[in-house]
């Protein structure tokens, strides 16, 4: 039950259809080639794969755009991708998908980024990325904060999905958070590391581990107490951040926000696969930010999530009524 709202779980899972989200950031094409190894190339010393099947899949803001849009509410992508093939197949990949484009923006200056990976049997033989991490043309830039602007007072909530392929600069990330504030619209952030501390006075911030040690630059005991959360507190004032929410991976969660702090156990699973967790705790997180949840449904709902989709194998976004049966069982 939500202390703040009085809403049953079924309620919040009904309103999560209400919702509408701007996912802007990095959006890019999976690219995953299966087959199999019979004989060694007489060109090189490598193994020649014979193709079996081929198949294409969102990665990046896209996996997020997934999860989202599994939860039931409207997904909207803001990012620029090239005007080449690849470009083509992601943009048919999201429209496949009936997945919002009203955000998304074809430049001819631009690469879309494609990650293939080559798999024999079970094992990844090679992965192949054509992509550029340099940042967007400031043309470009004015083009994605203009559109963002745009969608952003039709929308319940931002979420800024940063890889650090260069959509997002911290001129754009400024221009993009003081508009979305100023029309009292909540913005949550999954960070990278190039633009760590660019995310100034947004809602609620979204590092693992790794990323808060390598962004705030400092090393502490996560399992002392005291000495983790006067970490978090300096990443909430570094950043002037409303709220803080840390993935800890097998230690579970840790949220700082409105004036409460809670830490989360992991949830025991059968641990399949990690890919692609984060996303789904970033989906979930900013659709209970959208909806003024309490900590405690924020940072549980989405620790329950992130666990779930690690039962399975390869990157898939979350299942609404797995999450519901459970979030009944353990909120």
Known sequence: MNPVLDMTIDELFEQFDKLRVLIIGDVM????VWGRVERISPE????????DRRELRLGGAGNVLLNVQALGA??????????DGPGDQLQQELCDRELNCDGLIRSADRITTIKERIIAGSQQVVRVDTETDKYITI??????????????????VVIFEDYDKGVLSKEA???????ANEQGIPTVVDPKKRNFLAYQNTTLFKPNLKELREGLKVEFDVDNADEFQAVVTQLKETLNLKGALITLSERGAFIDYNDEQLKLPA???????????????????????????PPSIIAG???????LVCESVGVVPINKAQLKEEAKDNL
């Open 29 to 32: 094409l999976d690219s995953y």
């Open 139 to 156: 043309d470009e830039r004015t083009q994605l904060i203009a559109k963002a602007k745009e969608l952003i007072p039709t929308c319940h």
């Open 267 to 293: 949830h025991v699973r059968k641990i399949a696969d990690v890919s692609g967790a984060g996303d789904t705790v970033i989906s979930i997180a900013a659709c209970c930010v959208a909806l003024k949840q």
């Open 173 to 179: 990330i400024a221009e993009i958070t003081d508009f």
């Open 301 to 307: 709902l989405s620790n329950l999530g992130g666990g």
């Open 44 to 51: 090189a010393p490598v193994p020649v794969v014979t193709v």
């Open 74 to 83: 409207e997904a909207i992508i803001c990012s620029i991708i090239g005007t």
